[in-house]
């Protein structure tokens, strides 16, 4: 739903024009990205100010999420669905540890 409705830019290509054009919020990479994805997400971010998390999602899991193929890299368009995500995440992440 939020990539019909223009909040994500799905795919590395995609992912880094959109932090190049001050658009993204937030760059995410899969677990099993390759590494020049990876490499290109996070240079992209540093040098255009935007927050980048390596995901604990592979591929396949961030294609189920947006519906689309089996992307490595992500960027969050707004800035409410990033910090929503982030906060998911950091929430998840912390409960995983705590059962350990």
């Known amino acids: 739903m939020a990539k019909k409705a223009g909040l994500l830019a799905v795919g590395s290509e995609a992912a880094v024009a959109s932090a190049r054009r001050g658009t993204a919020n937030l760059l995410i990479t899969a677990s099993d ?3 020049g994805s990876i490499r290109r997400a996070k240079a992209n971010a540093q040098s255009n100010g935007v927050k980048y998390i390596a995901v604990p999602y592979t591929r396949y899991e961030l294609g189920n999420i947006t519906g689309r193929g089996s992307p490595g890299t992500i960027a969050f368009l707004d800035k409410g669905l990033a910090d929503g995500f982030t906060d998911r ?3 998840t992440t912390l409960g995983k ?4």
């Not at 540890?97 to 350990?100: I, V």
């Open 89 to 91: 995440l950091v929430k």
């Open 97 to 100: 540890e705590s059962d350990a």
């Open 33 to 35: 990205a390759s590494d």
